[in-house]
């Protein structure tokens, strides 16, 4: 079945700066591929998703890219902010399409 | 329109009893999915419902499992608990696609 690897675990940066985490798949029938961040204490929510027909897709200082011939894609973070500390989770869909596998969380701590 | 709604927020078993989890999807979704988190173990796919029927299943024991009712609400079975199952499970509801919307999450201890 699918597998989601997620890197790195834990990510600190200052203010500012910018953020990447990165995340690889196995399964090569898998065609979305959607990032949720989950605050402390809360739900995970959706940040933004990407499909495989299309290799970059941006929501403000956020922003999303695909490979899928080497089968990775990353969340980048730009002019990071003190509210974007949370856990971030890639997922990709899985081959029955019917189910999101995620990765492991990559925990963000952005210090002013 | 209301959220994914989990109850009950905390539950507390010991070893060997069973638990029942509810999930009442997003009015007008057919999809349920349910997920353990744990830490260092992120979310890890239990199973998803549709139209009532089991579309796909995690690799969990078959002490884990669930059902869905024509109105669309979940429940979640553990049988037998062990130590291992305590964590916090979400449920997830989708219209069809592959945008999930979570709920709170029930959060199981087993003691």
């Known amino acids: 079945g699918e597998n989601v690897e997620q890197h790195p675990s834990t990510l600190s940066v200052q203010e500012g700066d910018s953020a990447v985490i990165k995340c690889t798949y196995s399964?090569?029938?898998?065609?979305?591929f959607p990032w949720y961040k989950q605050e402390l204490g809360k739900r995970p929510q959706l940040i933004i998703d990407?499909?495989?027909?299309?290799g970059e897709k941006k929501d403000q200082r956020i922003a999303v890219t695909l490979n899928k011939t080497a089968k990775h894609f990353s969340l980048h973070i730009t002019e990071t902010q003190p509210e974007d500390s949370a856990v971030y989770f890639c997922?990709?869909?899985?081959?029955?399409?019917?189910?999101?596998?995620f990765g492991k969380g990559t925990t963000l701590s952005v210090s002013s | 329109k209301a959220g994914v709604t989990q109850t009950p927020r905390y539950l507390i078993k010991t070893r060997g009893q069973q638990v029942t989890l509810s999930c009442s999807p997003i009015?007008?979704?057919?999809?349920v999915s349910w997920y353990q988190q744990t830490p260092g173990q992120g979310l890890q796919f239990l199973f998803e419902?549709?139209?009532?029927?089991?579309?796909n299943k995690g690799n969990f024991p078959g002490r884990f499992s669930g059902r869905q009712f024509s109105n669309s609400r979940s429940e979640m079975n553990v049988s037998t608990l062990e130590l291992g199952d305590s964590a916090l499970y979400l449920c997830?509801?989708?219209?069809?696609?592959?945008?999930?919307?979570f709920g709170s999450g029930t959060q199981l201890s087993v003691l």
């Open positions: 997830a509801s989708t219209q069809g696609g592959e945008k999930l919307f």
């Open positions: 399964d090569s029938a898998s065609n979305y």
């Open positions: 990407i499909r495989s027909n299309v």
């Open positions: 997922a990709a869909s899985s081959q029955a399409g019917t189910a999101l596998i």
């Open positions: 009015s007008g979704h057919r999809s």
């Open positions: 419902y549709f139209s009532e029927t089991q579309r």
